[in-house]
């Protein structure tokens, strides 16, 4: 069974920093590229990041370029979202999921880890 | 990148069908068959429901269908279900190589 499973997020102020983790299991992770998606309280789904199955080729919405660094580590399985300078419009959930065959971006998806950014 | 355009809110009896729009530019939905659905009912993970434009994930129903057309995407749902009461939002891949979302839009089932 496919399972994603993020952890770190937590409440930090602005201007602070943090890691997110998502752990995969079930399926070959140097197989697929992943993504995070983000949504507000209340708000719509907003791409954050996504990286290529080797870690070669990262991309990222304009509004947290500079700011955000997705990464992976395929011998743990496990895909990163490295948050710096963190704002108050910052604060979502935030989701990591896969792209599946056909670039069926988001064919699983973890429940989800909180940031709140706030002083 | 800009948001693309959903209606806010769509509804409609059991049984019934509905549309649900997504309209973007040529940046995205017009330049690329990348276009996804997902459902997502509150306090839950958004599930995909059709990627491709057309094409629908092992395990949905084929109640839930997809077209492109220009600019912009639809997703049809067919003989409508008290369980189909949730948001949608679409996804089109773009000529930056991102990602961008719908706006979103709540279904109701009457």
């Known amino acids: 069974e496919v399972q994603l499973v993020e952890s770190g997020g937590t409440l930090v102020q602005p201007g602070g920093s943090l890691r997110l983790s998502c752990a995969a299991s079930?399926?070959?992770?140097?197989?697929?590229?992943m993504h995070w998606v983000r949504q507000a309280p209340g708000k719509g789904l907003e791409y954050v990041s996504a990286i290529s199955d080797n870690g070669l080729n990262t991309y990222y919405a304009n509004s947290v370029k500079g700011r955000f660094a997705i990464s992976r580590d395929n011998s743990k399985n496990t895909l990163y979202l490295q948050m710096g300078s963190l704002r108050t419009e910052d604060t979502a959930v935030y989701y990591c999921?896969?792209?599946?065959?056909?670039?069926?971006?988001?064919?699983?998806w973890g429940q989800g880890t909180l940031v709140t950014v706030s002083s | 990148q800009s948001a693309l355009t959903q209606p806010a809110s769509v509804s409609g009896s059991p049984g019934q069908s509905i549309t649900i729009s997504c309209t973007g530019t040529?940046?995205?939905?017009?330049?690329?068959?990348?276009v996804s659905w997902y459902q997502q009912h509150p306090g839950r993970a958004p599930k995909l429901m059709i990627y491709d434009a057309s094409n629908r994930p092992s395990g949905v129903s084929n109640r839930f269908s997809g077209s492109k057309s220009g600019n912009t995407a639809s997703l049809t749902i067919s003989g409508l279900q008290a369980e189909d009461e949730a948001d949608y939002y679409c996804s089109s891949y773009t000529s930056s190589s991102t990602l961008v979302f719908g706006t979103g839009t709540k279904v109701t089932v009457l």
């Open positions: 999921a896969r792209e599946g065959q056909g670039g069926a971006v988001g064919d699983y």
């Open positions: 040529s940046s995205d939905i017009g330049g690329y068959n990348y």
């Open positions: 079930g399926f070959t992770f140097n197989n697929y590229p």
